[in-house]
């Protein structure tokens, strides 16, 4: 007798029949409870999916459509953005807290299916056997089997079966079962299974299948363009217009298989559809597998008519190889895209091609693949446009060839771009027009910021944005303003695809028309301000001799770049050997044009030039920091229009001065400040997301003269530690524009104290002598420092110009200090109340909206295990003291706390009865996953393996329930997930099982076995393991054998009997 035994982790799928579908659960405080279902929607239910190994989420339920669990409601109002890899580390309200009862828990249906290296819709046709995905044998699976799994897909009906690998050779196992469904089942789970099989089957007979989708586009003359419509449960039904963008088409278009979005519909633009309206305020990322996975309004949900129905237009042609404008022509040929023979290329079809991608006129059409060799088919028709064609599909083709061509022959197209700056005096400066729908229109200034116009700049082949202008700075434009509002993030690469919707509808004239001025010149190799000088020549970057550049033309590149002044000029490739051409021009600079394009030019060079003799140049940086007693500490200056000025403090945070301090070349922001004016600045509500090059491309109120009367600081450490935490590592001072190590025999514990200091970490711990933390590069400090302790900053600590000592890097000093984060009365190291230190005073942090992100950068900052709850209402007793953060919001790239959005040092509306705790685990398993693993233990600093025969299954249980893992599968000996590295644990663990941390279990301070890495213990944990008893006397004994994601079926011998239900 076999009996499956369905065993999860810290998240489960109850009483949907299979374990790819049901009511959520999860494993919180060692006891199962749901989900409310608030705002549950398929970035959530893809996270559910994901974490238990499943197929795609296939649909996301609320009203507790598979019965009202019982228990704690755990999670409400979740918020997963869908990358994530488990459902706790989604953000969402303290756990427990909810406005919810029974009756509206969450569900998730998976897929126990999956199509691969086609589409979403079509694909080699792969089912979910235990934990792994086995392929399917073309000679067992038949109509009946292809319409369910589409309809398990959501992916509409069957259109071919195709056999003989038809989408390639699969891995791992073919199926052992054959598939008997009678065609009405739901999901291919609840079909019969015949045990034993007809055919002897391989890889070379996996089975594949193409359905006909979950989105069509209706009523626009091909299957790449019309009205929209989704499939759900089983009936067709439209998409509302409201707030419908190129973000939402793109989505559509990759679903279908189509080219690039080309352009979107409101208002029927299709005609109206009929039956139910879907989906409504569709709000896609881009990046989407299918619309489905998009935020909306919730099936069904809607204030809309058919009169605004939602359209698209994808091309059916695409160009590849060179950019958005310019490639190797490929046309969409039922499901392939084809490669187009020069020969039967033609003017009529290049302006065809170049009209559908929403690109300008044609430029030029080149033969020979001049964009390199295609790959599959070169069409076998020839087209006959006529050149007026909105569309390829509508031209006339003929069914013969006169010319026998092969991928030598892949014509090329290039087509000017669908953006544009006009009178601005070059290609690269002026008002922005784009092309849409035929007819070049301008952008309204409304929010229009460094972002946007950093897209344009990228769309159009030139240099970084250096300035945005607004107001219709270079003149008013006529016809349609056709954006008004762009609201790009600026990663973008088209203006088209920014977040901007209802193209042509504008509150705007054209005194408000954009610009944007990009750079015609870069410096590569070190920073935005300094590097090897490369000017766009055309379409290309060439770089400069150096003995054709001098101090004018180096006034004109930094002002280009909105740099300060030069402050050097390098020859001899000193930011090393560019590639590609020389300049064949010798600049001729007066030095007071704003541009490298307004230069005059010699047409012959005097000098022979080659790769060695690139110059550089070092300019003065944009930004600076002033009366802070050193170039990392200030107020904030920006230099624009030729004038430095401040940065207003409205809403300056410490993500805003880590970008200053990046720019700089400083350390880590360590302070933010607001100083008080008035003064005269530049810049207003500065928001950074803390990944910006400069602090110029933060979003920001735009650029204006302005009296402010707090005015931004920053305090950048001058100092780093290297090799292991922020608080611990090799020493590193920063020594004009580079950083340099110290010597061992030259730093004692008062310049250990300013450092620590310095970087907001607490006390000095231990100096560590003898390159500890490894040796460093480059230079080692040629000055000893004197510091008395109390600096605030090493910059202030004198030094002797003469050393000793002859050091080397053998001895760089490292030193630990203690963090600036801690958990207190939790005890252990890794579990308490949350304190951080702030100004030398240790103070709490307010539990609002404090979630498991957040939780995962102290546990991450403190070098503990993986957050394993966020806990609120002082758990670990109220502290006294400042509270120092309210309002905390972390993303996971955080690397400590205090980069966190807050609400501000010490603003909070909260008391202590509020404080907010952390539980880290001091335990993790490695090689595995989440659940399973070497087991290693936090032993002090360090991550230490454990011998497998000092480790029993109550020491097992614990560290399952610590990881939040249910219960042991199996305890695996001999290094059963390789072989770690570092000390294996000098202590004996003797839990009694019913720990909640593996800290608290009691240990023996010796050993009675001498163990190496062969022995280190590994434990699977019943998160992602299936597993079944076989031979046993009852169903509740017997061998177990264990199915792991790796592997197919390991036996382990050895008897157990489970008493209790699962």
């Known amino acids: 007798m076999v009996v499956m035994v369905a065993v999860y982790g810290s998240v489960r799928l109850v009483d949907g029949g299979s374990r790819c579908a049901g009511r959520v659960e999860v494993l919180h405080r060692g006891q199962w409870g749901t989900v409310c279902g608030d705002d549950w929607d398929m970035s959530d239910a893809a996270v559910v999916c994901r974490e238990l190994g499943c197929g795609e989420a296939v649909n996301a339920l609320g009203k507790s459509h598979f019965g009202s669990g019982s228990g704690p409601i755990w999670m409400d109002d979740v918020d997963c953005s869908g990358s994530e890899s488990r459902l706790k580390n989604c953000r969402s309200p303290v756990w427990g807290k909810h406005d919810c009862n029974e009756t509206h828990n969450s569900g998730v249906i998976c897929s126990g299916a999956r199509l691969v290296l086609g589409s979403r819709c079509s694909g080699r046709v792969e089912v979910l056997h235990g934990e792994s995905w086995a392929t399917v044998c073309d000679a067992d699976f038949n109509q009946q089997d292809a319409e369910v799994v589409c309809r398990e897909l959501g992916c509409g009906s069957p259109v071919e079966i195709l056999g003989a690998a038809a989408f390639g050779r699969g891995e791992g196992l073919v199926w052992s079962e054959e598939l008997q469904c009678r065609g009405n089942e739901s999901q291919i789970h609840f079909c019969p299974k015949s ?68 352009d979107t519909y409101h208002e029927s633009y299709f005609g109206s559809g009929s039956g139910p309206i879907w989906m409504d305020n569709v709000h896609c990322s881009g990046s989407e597998s299918t619309l489905r996975n998009c935020e909306s309004a919730g099936w069904g949900k809607h204030n809309c008519d058919h009169s605004k129905d939602a359209g698209v237009i994808c091309s059916g042609v695409r160009v590849v190889g060179g950019s958005h404008c310019s490639g190797r022509v490929e046309v969409l040929h039922g499901e392939s895209w084809v490669t ?37 088919q070169v069409w076998s028709e020839k087209l006959q446009c006529r050149g007026t064609e909105s569309q390829i599909h509508f031209c006339p083709k003929s069914s013969s060839l006169k010319h026998n061509c092969s991928h030598d022959n892949d014509v090329g197209l290039v087509c000017a771009d669908s953006v544009r700056l006009v009178d601005g005096g070059s290609r690269c400066a002026g008002r922005v027009e784009v092309l849409h729908r035929g007819q070049w229109g301008t952008v309204c200034d409304d929010y229009w910021d460094m972002r946007d116009a950093a897209v344009v700049c990228r769309e159009l082949g030139c240099g970084e944005a250096i300035d945005a202008p607004r107001r219709a700075r270079f003149g008013s434009g006529s016809g349609p303003i056709w954006v008004e509002y762009a609201n790009c993030a600026g990663s973008e690469s088209s203006l088209k695809n920014c977040r901007s919707y209802d193209w042509g509808r504008q509150r705007c004239n054209h005194d408000e028309d954009a610009g944007a001025v990009c750079a015609e010149v870069r410096l590569v190799g070190r920073s935005h301000c300094s590097g090897r000088v490369e000017v766009l020549h055309g379409e290309s970057w060439v770089t400069v001799c150096d003995a054709d550049f001098n101090q004018q033309d180096a006034e004109v590149v930094c002002r280009e770049l909105g740099c300060g002044s030069p402050v050097e000029v390098l020859g001899a490739a000193a930011f090393g050997r560019g590639k590609g051409q020389v300049w064949p021009e010798e600049l001729q600079c007066r030095g007071n044009e704003s541009q490298i394009h307004f230069c005059p030019k010699s047409s012959s060079l005097k000098h022979n030039c080659s790769h060695d003799n690139y110059v550089g140049l070092v300019c003065a940086d944009s930004v600076r920091l002033v009366d802070g007693g050193h170039r990392c500490a200030g107020r904030v200056e920006v230099f624009y229009n030729r004038t430095w000025r401040s940065v207003c403090g409205k809403n300056w945070d410490i993500r805003d001065a880590a970008v200053v301090c990046r720019e700089l070349g400083c350390g880590e922001a360590v302070f933010k400040n607001v100083q008080f004016g008035p003064r005269s600045a530049w810049m207003d509500d500065v928001n950074c997301s803390g990944s910006e090059s400069s602090v110029k491309h933060c979003r920001s109120a735009g650029w204006v003269e302005q009296i402010c009367n707090r005015l931004a600081g920053v305090i950048c450490s001058g100092v780093r530690l ?89 001895n760089d000093v490292g030193l630990v200090c203690s963090e600036s984060v801690r958990l207190v009365d939790g005890g252990s190291r890794c579990a ?83 404080d907010a705790g952390v539980i880290c685990s001091r335990v993790r398993l490695v090689g595995g996953s989440h659940c399973s693993g070497r087991v290693e233990v936090l032993h002090g600093e360090s991550w230490v393996t454990v011998c497998d025969s000092d480790f029993d299954q109550q020491d097992a249980e614990v560290v399952c329930r610590e990881l939040g893992c249910g219960s042991p599968v199996e305890v695996l000996g001999a290094a059963a997930f390789g072989r770690g590295e570092g000390p294996v644990w000098s202590e004996e663990l003797q839990c009694r099982g019913n720990e909640s941390q593996i800290h608290f279990c009691p240990k023996s301070s010796s050993l009675k076995h001498n163990c190496s890495h062969d022995n280190d213990v590994g434990l699977a944990c019943s998160g992602h393991t299936q597993a079944r008893l076989m031979n046993g006397s009852d169903s509740c004994s017997g061998r177990v054998e264990l199915q792991y994601l790796s592997s197919s079926l390991a036996s382990h011998e050895g008897g157990v009997r489970l008493s209790g239900g699962m």
């Open 195 to 262: 045990s034993s099989l007809k055919h002897n089957c391989s890889h070379d007979n996996d089975v594949g299948l193409v359905c006909s989708g979950s989105v069509r586009l209706v009523d626009g003359d091909s299957r790449c363009a019309g009205r929209v419509e989704v499939l759900y449960r089983g009936q067709w039904g439209s998409v509302c217009g409201n707030n419908w963008d190129m973000r939402d088409a793109a989505v559509v278009c990759r679903e279908l298989g189509c080219g690039e979005a080309v």
């Open 832 to 914: 308490g109340r949350v304190e951080v230190l702030h100004k030398g005073q240790w103070g709490t942090v307010c539990d609002d909206n404090w979630d498991m992100m957040d939780d995962a950068v102290v546990c991450r900052e403190l070098g503990c295990g993986e957050a394993v709850d966020a806990l609120s209402g002082a758990y670990f007793g109220s502290g006294s003291g400042p509270i120092w953060m309210d309002n905390v919001e972390c993303r996971e790239s955080e690397s400590i706390l205090k980069n966190c959005k807050s609400a501000g040092w010490g603003k909070h509306n909260c008391n202590h009865p509020k």
């Open 722 to 810: 290297v090799g292991r935490s922020r608080c611990s590592g090799r020493v590193e001072v920063l020594h004009g524009e580079s950083w340099v190590t110290v010597c061992d025999a030259d730093f004692d514990q008062q310049g250990a104290e300013v450092v620590c200091r310095e970087l907001g970490c607490g006390s000095p711990v231990e100096v560590l002598g003898a390159a500890a933390f490894g040796r460093g590069e480059g230079q080692v400090w040629s000055e000893e420092l004197q510091c008395r302790g109390t600096e605030s900053q090493i910059h202030f600590c004198p030094k002797s110009s003469s050393l000793k000592h002859n050091c080397s890097h053998d």
């Open 340 to 376: 187009v023979c020069d020969a039967d290329f033609n003017q009529q079809d290049a302006e065809v091609v170049c009209r559908e991608l929403g690109c300008g006129s044609l430029v030029e059409v080149l033969g020979a693949a001049a964009f390199g060799r295609g790959e599959g």
